[in-house]
């Protein structure tokens, strides 16, 4: 039975064991076949890796043989005040700095007098009560102590005042503009304690020290002299009376407020500072208002006269320009391109006296000079033209002011690709916003040893303003690196200044103020003092209105001789900042409106009228009798 299994089975597993010995010599084969394949593959690609290899030694040898052509490398360090956006805040801020050198000090001297007036006054009010403490046994260093620590906590409680103002609410109004203008962290308030000590100490020194002048000239006197009304001033023929034919035909009010005001020197002396030195504070912030407003169409309207300036590849140049004719040519564009000037420009940095600038570098082909005119106006400071032939070389005046440099001078100039030439500057010309340095195709060649490669043109276009603004945006996907539209600038141009025009409404302000508390004090002081007068014409029957002219009339006199003295004060005042203000890319030529000084005329005139209208209801207010019966 077993025989016969076996002889059954025999043949099926025999079958089957061929079939599973084919299977695996199959796959056996393909294994073969495949390593045979990886084996050609791996050959091909040694192959390649050997090619790139012998390629990438070659061009490692390439590059060590240029290297070891070159000569000694020239390192060209540059810190932060090379950027352009941190050099645009630094000026801003050298700005807000210089006019915060110039305004305090007039501000401080005009504040200083108005409080020497003040407590002199007060202790001249006094001079019965310093007479009695005198006749008690007071020690004069005890009298002395009232008035001085009077003063002294008056400038103390004012200076924490001012502190207050001037590092928290000034630094926070003008960082608000700042920061209107410019993406900068959030501002830290600092406390500078020597700055605070110092000003509260001038301010200490000034109106203490005039208190105990005015006190020690007192107590000079007997307690029994103190005690009697003071002797009233002496009266004199004035300069006036001496003119007879404008005497005679004077009033009798005319005559006496003429005399009031020549009697009345000291008094009269500050009211006409005051005003003075307000009104020029006026003007001068007017001034810088004009001269920012004026400064658009001086550049825009007469200096550049050019419409679009463009800036291409140099290799792409010729091209580019093709374009722009194609599209000034299209039916469907509103503007037309009636000529261009190629150039060649670049941002390089001028450096003089150890100062440097970013200028924008223009150099114009030697057979268009000619041409510039119609793009660009030269001229020099007197407002003469200027000609750019072979050799010249003219700087802006901007750049003149913050570097320094005169005629005649050799500055260095490096490009934007690190080549560094030595220039000498033949000429200075205008140009109120922006640096720029003009040369000629050969001037330029001489200097960097390389030939010009122009990259950009001066473009005169037809059409209207925001057709041209339009017409600049479009050209950007023609190849052009930079597009600088006139129209473009001239319509950004106030936004530019609003720092500028924020200080100068602050300073107009403060001055504006300080003029209103100057004549009002002065005018109180006046009634104060003439208080026995008043009550007398009064007492003689002078009307309210009689007795408001009479008093009225010597404060507008005052301030008409403190205007006409502030105008040409202000108007110099202005045309120091041309010097103060030195910022880069900007050349302030102050001009000064005509109205403003009517402006500021007007305004010192209008705080006195409001002024004599307030002091009018303490005339109104004046007790004859206690002020006849009184000692003063």
Not at 141 to 156: E, H, M, N, Q, T
Not at 247 to 254: D, I, K, P
Request: with cysteine.
């Amino acid at each position: 039975m077993r025989a016969k299994e076996l002889t059954v089975d025999t043949p099926a597993n025999l079958d089957a064991s061929e079939r599973q010995a084919n299977m695996v010599f199959g796959i056996e084969q393909d294994n073969i076949n495949r390593m045979a394949e990886g084996s050609e593959e791996r050959a091909q690609a040694q192959a390649d890796l050997d090619q790139r290899r012998a390629a990438a030694d070659q061009q490692f040898a390439d590059a060590r043989a240029e290297l070891s052509d070159l000569g000694e490398c020239t390192w060209y360090i540059q810190d932060r005040g090379n950027i352009a956006s941190y050099s645009s805040v630094e000026s801003d801020s050298s700005s807000i700095e210089a006019i915060a050198t110039v305004f305090p000090f007039i501000f401080f001297i005009v504040a200083v007098l108005i409080s020497l007036t003040t407590a002199t006054r007060m202790v001249e009010e006094e001079r019965t009560l310093i007479g009695l403490y005198k006749a008690l046994g007071y020690s004069r260093g005890r009298i002395l102590s009232k008035y001085v620590d009077y003063s002294l906590w008056a400038c103390l409680i004012g200076g924490v005042l001012g502190n207050i103002i001037g590092f928290v609410g000034l630094p926070l109004f003008l960082f608000t503009v700042f920061d209107d203008m410019y993406s900068l962290p959030q501002m830290l308030l600092s406390y500078d304690i020597v700055s605070s000590i110092v000003s509260v100490a001038l301010f200490a020194v000034g109106v203490v020290g005039a208190t105990i002048i005015a006190c020690r000239h007192e107590m000079a006197e007997t307690p029994a002299s103190l005690m009697r009304p003071k002797a009233p001033r002496a009266g004199s023929r004035i300069f006036l009376e001496r003119i007879g034919f404008i005497w005679r035909r004077m009033g009798f009010l005319n005559k006496v407020a003429a005399r009031n005001l020549f009697r009345y020197k000291k008094r009269a002396f500050m009211t006409i500072f005051g005003i003075a030195g307000c009104t020029a504070l006026v003007i001068c912030g007017m001034g810088i208002r004009d001269t920012s407003v004026a400064l658009s169409p001086k550049q825009y309207g007469h200096i550049t006269r050019y419409d679009l300036l463009a800036v291409a590849n140099p290799d792409d140049f010729a091209q580019t320009c093709a374009a722009l004719d194609e599209r000034s040519a299209a039916k469907d564009s509103n503007v037309t391109v009636t000529s261009t000037l190629p150039i060649m420009t670049d941002n390089v940095t001028f450096t003089f006296g150890g100062k440097s600038e970013t200028v924008q570098l223009v150099v114009v082909p030697d057979d268009r000079t000619g041409d510039l005119d119609d793009y660009v106006c030269l001229e020099d400071e007197s407002k003469e033209p200027l000609a750019l032939r072979d050799g010249d070389v003219y700087l802006s005046k901007s750049s003149q002011l913050v570097l320094g440099i005169q005629p005649g001078d050799t500055a260095q100039v490096q490009d934007s690709s690190l080549n560094v030439a030595d220039v000498e500057v033949s000429g200075i010309s205008l140009n109120y916003l922006g640096n720029t340095l003009y040369m000629t195709q050969s001037t330029y060649e001489r200097a960097f040893g390389r030939s010009v490669r122009l990259n950009g043109i001066f473009a005169l276009l037809k059409g209207s303003s925001a057709d041209q603004i339009a017409f600049s945006k479009q050209l950007k996907s023609d190849g052009w690196l930079t597009l600088s539209s006139t129209a473009e600038h001239w319509e950004n141009y106030e936004a530019n200044f609003t720092i500028i025009n924020s200080v100068v409404v602050l300073v107009t302000f403060m001055a504006a103020c300080l003029s209103f508390v100057v004549v009002f004090t002065l005018s109180n002081t006046n009634i104060s003092e003439r208080e026995r007068e008043l009550a007398t014409i009064k007492v003689l029957g002078f009307r309210r209105g009689e007795v408001h002219h009479y008093v009225n009339k010597e404060t507008l006199i005052l301030t008409a001789i403190g205007a006409a003295l502030g105008v040409p004060l202000g108007g110099l005042l202005a045309e120091s900042f041309t010097y103060i203000l030195q910022m880069p890319s900007l050349y302030f030529d102050v001009e000064v409106e005509p109205l403003s000084y009517v402006l500021a005329v007007v305004l010192a005139f209008a705080f006195t009228i409001i002024v004599n209208l307030a002091t009018n209801r303490t005339l109104n207010k004046i007790d004859m009798v206690g002020a006849l019966k009184s000692a003063e």
